[in-house]
C-alpha cells in the first residue's frame, strides 16, 4: 500500500503562484511514475503532468510553459504553478504509479479567482 498526501493548495489572484506538494509513504518502489491531475466541477479528471524516477515529464498542452513539475526523491513530488487563471481551478489530485499498482492523493483545492 502507497499513502499520498498533498499540500500547498489555495485561493490566489488571477497571475499568482503556487506550490503543491506530494509526499509519497509505505511500499514505495524505486522505479515509479508520480504525477498530477485536476478536476473541476462538472467535468472528468484531468492529466496536468507526470515525472519518472529517471526525471523525464509530461506536460497537458494547457500548462505547459506555466507549471514546472519536480520530484527529490522518489517519495516527493511537487507542481510549481504560475501564471495562474481562473480555468485552473479544480482539485488537484497526486497520483502514484509503479508496476500494476495506482494509488491516488484526497486532493487540494486550487481557486484561481480575483
Known amino acids: 500500500q502507497v499513502q499520498l498526501v498533498e499540500s500547498g493548495g489555495g485561493l490566489v489572484q488571477p497571475g499568482g503562484s503556487l506550490r503543491l506538494s506530494c509526499a509519497a509513504s509505505?511500499?514505495?518502489?524505486?522505479?515509479?511514475?508520480m504525477g498530477w491531475y485536476r478536476q473541476a466541477p462538472g467535468k472528468q479528471r484531468e492529466l496536468v503532468a507526470t515525472?519518472?524516477?529517471?526525471?523525464?515529464t509530461n506536460y497537458a498542452d494547457s500548462v505547459k510553459g506555466r507549471f514546472t513539475i519536480s520530484r527529490d526523491n522518489v517519495k516527493n513530488a511537487y507542481l510549481q504553478m504560475n501564471s495562474l487563471k481562473p480555468e485552473d481551478t479544480a482539485v488537484y489530485y497526486c497520483?502514484?504509479?509503479?508496476?500494476?499498482?495506482?494509488?491516488w492523493g484526497q486532493g487540494t483545492q486550487v481557486t484561481v479567482s480575483s
Open positions: 509505505g511500499s514505495i518502489f524505486s522505479i515509479n511514475v
Open positions: 497520483n502514484y504509479k509503479a508496476r500494476a499498482s495506482i494509488y
Open positions: 515525472i519518472t524516477s529517471g526525471r523525464g
